[in-house]
């Protein structure tokens, strides 16, 4: 008997620990209702999962919160960034522009000016030959011819260096009863100077003989309707063209300009000689220049007057001639700028409307009283005939630079009433060409710049909040699992007090208890905290009944089982009791081999404590039946001949 009640205990003492740390294990799952103390674990265990899910929410809405207010200052530095730089290239552009355009004006003017002073000497000069000629050979105007025309007034022609040379001419006044000694005069010498001019210009087209047959021999004008020159036969006098240059027909005229007279054949020109006649000074205005038959861009004409060297006093000087120059306005806005100063838009225009020349023989293209507006683009030195319009980009009106192209400084008082003295008005634009050639990708690469530092700074904050999330989840999970734990071993009281010790011991710089190798929540063997200086959890219950359930049977039953088929008996057994505690507000103590420990009265104090413990008794072993029985088809015939023995100590 010995023998066999030491057998015996042997085995109960394997199966208790067997069970009880297999038990241990899977307490943290066992289901809802198992007893008080695991029904309220599971409870507990449900609260830090929806305040963990809260939590977790509130981070993700601060999440993306913290995400929008970046997208917001990366979007708002990088687009200030990028207005800031653009602000700096449209200011660098106006500026840059700004200097372009004074240069501009600054150079046509001077060029045009130049050109006038040259011809204003080459007109003082033409007087005083004429002078000299007079008191040697008792000639006069308008009986004069200037000698080497052609070489002359190539060297006006060269100072716009245009590619085709501009119509330059002399103009005497011939008064009425000069006209047939004109005629005469005309006809001696036109030969003598057509052939110093063909030698002097090179010019092969024709000879002087053919020069001679085309020039019509009398004072005239052209007759449209007639399609003819016509005689002038109104009385006063005329001013027929004499020298001109270059030698040789105009484009579009079937006969040279030879006679033909230079106020009647012009209003612009008859014009402009009575400004010149009223200020004496030369006078300017718009003309129509031929590029080819029957078409005309707009030029300038020049009315240059000379007067009679004879007399000392320039005041008394008699205007015994004048000279007229015709140009198109683009040689005088050629070189302008240097390479690579490109696109500049000029737009020249004049109050006063269009004029015919020549009755329209040249201007079949045209209208008269048609505003006076030409455009032009400089590319550097190169300069470009837009069109005679504003064509000029509108969104740039605000940087308009408007200055006067030329100032004659004419008196208006002295100019005669009805006539129209254009103000020739410069105006100067810049262009899309421009703009873009002062564009960098600055302002894209500073934008770029700042969402790169953004993204990465975005990233970096990203992986840290990754790897302090990660590590909050695991330090979590690791509280979660002990707490499940706790809840299940301790009541919520004990669980309670447990973190009141942690959080105490925690606020005195020490570490917070954990869960040992055996299983032990910061516990000793005498029920104290591992924690230094911690007082033993201990209450003292009076009034308490302890249930004991022990299995008959067990130890013959199980020495004939394998270890699972043990588990499984003593997990669906003492899961029931669980079950029937939870019920009864029993709390299970322990479970010691094959014995179940119960008390009623605590940790909640209770009167009836006794009657509750028998009630619980009896309700564990209605239920062994029914579970043995059930247990019977998976663990063996034997398996509902186990029974339980119960014991209840007040």
């Not at 929008?68 to 800031?84: E, F, P, Q």
């Not at 504003?390 to 008082?413: I, M, Q, T």
């Not at 009657?611 to 239920?623: E, G, N, P």
Request: net charge negative.
């Amino acid at each position: 008997m010995k023998t066999n009640s030491s057998e015996d205990d042997e085995k109960r003492s394997v199966a208790s620990s067997g069970k009880r740390s297999q038990f241990t294990q899977l307490s943290a799952h066992t289901p809802s209702g198992a007893s008080k103390s695991s029904s309220s674990g599971w409870q507990h265990d449900q609260v830090p999962l929806v305040v963990g899910k809260r939590e977790e929410a509130n981070v993700l809405r601060a999440r993306a919160l913290v995400a929008l207010i970046l997208l917001l200052a990366v979007t708002g530095v990088a687009t200030a960034a990028y207005l800031l730089v653009k602000e700096q290239e449209q200011s660098d552009f106006e500026n840059q522009f700004e200097k372009y355009a004074i240069e501009t004006v600054t150079v046509s003017r001077s060029k045009i000016n130049q050109f006038l002073d040259a011809l204003d000497s080459f007109a003082s000069a033409v007087g005083a030959a004429a002078a000299a000629e007079h008191a040697l050979l008792n000639t006069s105007w308008p009986f004069y011819r200037v000698p080497e025309w052609s070489i002359q007034a190539q060297k006006i022609d060269k100072i716009t260096s245009g590619e085709n040379p501009m119509i330059i001419a002399t103009v005497p006044i011939v008064q009425e009863d000069e006209r047939d000694q004109w005629r005469s005069f005309a006809a001696e010498q036109n030969p003598l100077w057509y052939q110093e001019s063909i030698e002097d210009e090179g010019f092969t087209d024709m000879t002087a003989q053919e020069l001679v047959n085309l020039t019509v021999p009398f004072t005239h004008i052209y007759d449209l309707e007639l399609g003819k020159p016509v005689p002038v036969r109104q009385p006063g006098d005329v001013f027929p063209y004499f020298q001109t240059y270059p030698v040789g027909p105009v484009i579009g005229l079937p006969f040279l300009l030879g006679n033909l007279d230079a106020l009647l054949s012009s209003k612009q020109t008859e014009e402009l000689y009575h400004v010149t006649k009223a200020t004496r000074r030369p006078s300017v205005g718009f003309t129509q220049f031929p590029v080819v038959l029957g078409t005309t861009v707009l030029g300038i004409r020049i009315v240059q007057p000379v007067f009679d060297g004879a007399s000392t006093d320039a005041e008394d000087r008699k205007m015994v001639a004048m000279i007229t120059v015709s140009n198109p306005w683009l040689e005088f806005f050629k070189n302008l700028l240097t390479e690579g100063e490109d696109g500049i838009v000029l737009v020249l225009e004049s109050a006063c409307p269009q004029q015919l020349e020549l009755g329209g023989v040249f201007c079949e293209n045209r209208t008269e009283g048609e505003r006076n507006i030409m455009s032009f683009q400089v590319d550097g030195p190169n300069t470009v005939f837009l069109g005679e319009a504003d064509l000029h980009d509108p969104k740039y009106d605000a940087l308009a630079v408007s200055e006067v192209f030329l100032d004659l400084g004419l008196d208006d008082s002295q100019i005669p009433e009805g006539i129209c003295v254009p103000e020739m008005i410069l105006h100067v634009y810049p262009s899309e060409e421009l703009e873009r050639s002062l564009q960098t990708n600055n302002a894209t690469i500073y934008a770029v710049v700042v969402v790169v530092i953004f993204a990465f700074t975005t990233l970096v904050f990203m992986l840290y909040d990754f790897f302090v999330g990660r590590r909050q989840r695991t330090v979590m999970d690791k509280i979660l699992q002990q707490d499940r734990i706790v809840s299940d071993v301790f009541p919520a009281a004990i669980r309670n007090r447990l973190y009141e010790n942690q959080a105490r011991n925690m606020m005195n710089g020490g570490e917070p208890d954990e869960l040992d190798d055996d299983g032990h929540f910061g516990l000793d063997e005498f029920g104290r905290s591992s924690s230094k200086g911690s007082a033993p959890l201990a209450d003292l219950f009076p009034s308490v009944t302890v249930v004991f359930a022990d299995l008959v049977g067990f130890t013959a039953w199980s020495s004939a089982r394998e270890p699972h088929q043990v588990f499984v008996l003593l997990e669906t057994i003492y899961g029931a009791f669980d079950r029937i505690a939870y019920r009864h507000s029993v709390f299970k103590v322990e479970t010691v081999g094959d014995c179940y420990v119960a008390a009623a009265g605590l940790p909640e104090p209770t009167d009836d404590h006794a009657t509750v413990a028998c009630r619980f008794a009896r309700d564990c072993l209605k239920k062994m039946k029914d579970v043995t029985l059930k247990l019977e088809v998976s663990l063996g015939p034997d398996t509902s001949d186990l029974d339980l023995r119960t014991g209840i100590h007040r």
